[in-house]
């Protein structure tokens, strides 16, 4: 543990600071503004569970394969050069789901916007490590991993409103990205980055740290963080919502937010938080607090004890990401820097990917009664991360 306090500024009126929030609040978009909408999307287009679990996969599946590569060109051609397109691709390929196609349709379009977005928050992180170091870098990533809760908090909210209108309206608020993007075209500044070696080197330092020991302890709480989150909450607790307590899209989107506002409240703190533990402490706490909350939705029998287990996960998640960011952005120098977040947001994204069609396909598989399975599952993960989360904190403590 460490014990070092400072006061540290913060450059809220920067406009690169400010580019860099806006990024972050697009990226996490993708998801969570439609996730209250999935019980819904089955009777507009007739279709299953596993179905509509792959509104979530199409979107996310590209992240898996891209985002390495997209850390790589922004390495090689510049982080502008990256991200500005990414932000068009977004809004475009969003918004045209509100146009009201075919299923396939849809699912076609969520593919490319998830190429947009699979890129957005990688280099939003990669530019905190670009301009800021030390304590401040800390401060800032926590700023905006407080930015992206607080944001993520009034999508499922304001998905389940706009839905209230009519089911397409929510992917219409996508092009919001084609705001953003024609202000960062003028506002977004890019880094001084030291010259990047050969390709046959750098390729080979990127590979070299990807597969350092610490570096796969990384890989790995990243993807179970996003399969957990994506998986256990955003699809089979938005099922269980609507099917065993009967809430609409709305009230479901209400709950949701909970996750959001307990990960904003306590991103905002983790400048502080920092002082006092280690980042692998805090990921290990983190996982403390993901199975304490699968365990008590698991348990509880209301939609209002529920809804405070949702803040627990929310608290883990607010010390996990900020954790694992600057875990990453640390490890490496500049050069290799967007590289490494490309690779840990491809973790991200493969969680993202996996969570939902796992938690669907097993319950739907597996057991005569999906909810059963559901049920079962978020025993299962629950009890599993809060015994591997405590025992890898203890372990960690008595070795500092």
Same mark, same amino acid.
């Given at each position: 543990?460490?014990?070092?306090?400072?006061?540290?500024?913060?450059?809220?009126?920067?406009?690169?600071?400010?580019?860099?929030?806006?990024?972050?609040?697009?990226?996490?978009?993708?998801?969570?503004?439609?996730?209250?909408?999935?019980?819904?999307?089955?009777?507009?287009?007739?279709?299953?569970?596993?179905?509509?679990?792959?509104?979530?996969? %199409?979107?996310?599946?590209?992240?898996?394969?891209?985002?390495?590569?997209?850390?790589?060109?922004?390495?090689?051609?510049?982080?502008?050069?990256?991200?500005?397109?990414?932000?068009?691709?977004?809004?475009?390929? &969003?918004?045209? *789901?509100?146009?009201?196609?075919?299923?396939?349709?849809?699912?076609?379009?969520?593919?490319?916007?998830?190429?947009?977005?699979?890129?957005?928050?990688?280099?939003?992180?990669?530019?905190?490590?670009?301009?800021?170091?030390?304590?401040?870098?800390?401060?800032?990533?926590?700023?905006?991993?407080?930015?992206?809760? *607080?944001?993520?908090?009034?999508?499922?909210?304001?998905?389940?409103?706009?839905?209230?209108?009519?089911?397409?309206?929510?992917?219409?608020?996508?092009?919001?990205?084609?705001?953003?993007?024609?202000?960062?075209?003028?506002?977004?500044?890019?880094?001084?980055?030291?010259?990047?070696?050969?390709?046959?080197?750098?390729?080979?330092?990127?590979?070299?740290?990807?597969?350092?020991?610490?570096?796969?302890?990384?890989?790995?709480?990243?993807?179970?963080?996003?399969?957990?989150?994506?998986?256990?909450?955003?699809?089979?607790?938005?099922?269980?919502?609507?099917?065993?307590?009967?809430?609409?899209?709305?009230?479901?989107? %209400?709950?949701?937010?909970?996750?959001?506002?307990?990960?904003?409240?306590?991103?905002?703190?983790?400048?502080?938080?920092?002082?006092?533990?280690?980042?692998?402490?805090?990921?290990?706490?983190?996982?403390?607090?993901?199975?304490?909350?699968?365990?008590? *939705?698991?348990? %509880?029998?209301?939609?209002?004890?529920?809804?405070?287990?949702?803040?627990?996960?929310?608290?883990?998640?607010?010390?996990?990401?900020?954790?694992?960011?600057?875990?990453?952005?640390?490890?490496?120098?500049?050069?290799?820097?967007?590289?490494?977040?490309?690779?840990?947001?491809?973790?991200?994204?493969?969680?993202?990917?996996?969570?939902?069609?796992?938690?669907?396909?097993?319950?739907?598989? %597996?057991?005569?009664?999906?909810?059963?399975?559901?049920?079962?599952?978020?025993?299962?993960?629950?009890?599993?991360?809060?015994?591997?989360? &405590?025992?890898?904190?203890?372990?960690?403590?008595?070795?500092?």
């Amino acid at each position: 543990m460490t014990s070092s306090r400072a006061r540290v500024d913060i450059p809220w009126t920067s406009a690169t600071f400010q580019s860099v929030l806006a990024c972050s609040l697009i990226g996490v978009m993708g998801v969570p503004l439609i996730s209250p909408l999935l019980p819904d999307l089955r009777a507009v287009f007739g279709i299953s569970d596993a179905q509509a679990g792959l509104v979530i996969t %199409a979107y996310t599946l590209p992240g898996v394969f891209l985002t390495p590569f997209i850390g790589l060109l922004s390495d090689r051609l510049g982080r502008r050069t990256v991200v500005l397109p990414l932000l068009f691709l977004f809004g475009l390929a &969003g918004g045209g *789901i509100a146009l009201e196609p075919s299923f396939r349709g849809v699912l076609a379009l969520r593919f490319l916007q998830g190429v947009g977005g699979s890129g957005l928050m990688v280099l939003a992180i990669t530019l905190i490590g670009d301009f800021y170091d030390g304590e401040r870098r800390n401060t800032v990533m926590g700023i905006n991993g407080s930015a992206i809760g *607080i944001g993520a908090a009034a999508y499922p909210l304001l998905g389940g409103a706009l839905a209230a209108m009519h089911w397409n309206v929510p992917f219409a608020f996508f092009g919001l990205s084609l705001a953003v993007g024609a202000i960062a075209l003028f506002t977004l500044e890019e880094p001084e980055i030291e010259d990047t070696p050969a390709m046959r080197t750098y390729v080979s330092r990127v590979v070299s740290a990807v597969l350092v020991p610490r570096a796969l302890g990384l890989w790995a709480a990243a993807f179970l963080t996003f399969f957990l989150f994506y998986g256990g909450v955003l699809t089979a607790l938005s099922l269980l919502l609507s099917d065993v307590h009967g809430l609409s899209a709305g009230q479901i989107g %209400a709950l949701f937010s909970m996750v959001s506002i307990a990960n904003a409240s306590i991103a905002s703190q983790y400048g502080r938080i920092s002082h006092r533990f280690e980042p692998q402490e805090l990921v290990a706490l983190g996982f403390v607090g993901f199975g304490v909350s699968l365990l008590g *939705i698991w348990a %509880a029998p209301t939609p209002i004890l529920i809804s405070a287990m949702l803040l627990c996960f929310g608290l883990g998640f607010g010390l996990v990401m900020p954790s694992l960011n600057t875990s990453v952005t640390s490890l490496v120098s500049g050069e290799l820097r967007a590289s490494m977040m490309g690779v840990l947001t491809s973790m991200l994204w493969l969680g993202q990917t996996v969570g939902p069609v796992a938690f669907t396909s097993v319950a739907s598989a %597996a057991f005569d009664d999906p909810v059963r399975g559901y049920r079962l599952l978020l025993l299962f993960w629950g009890t599993a991360t809060l015994v591997s989360g &405590g025992l890898v904190f203890l372990a960690l403590v008595r070795r500092n």
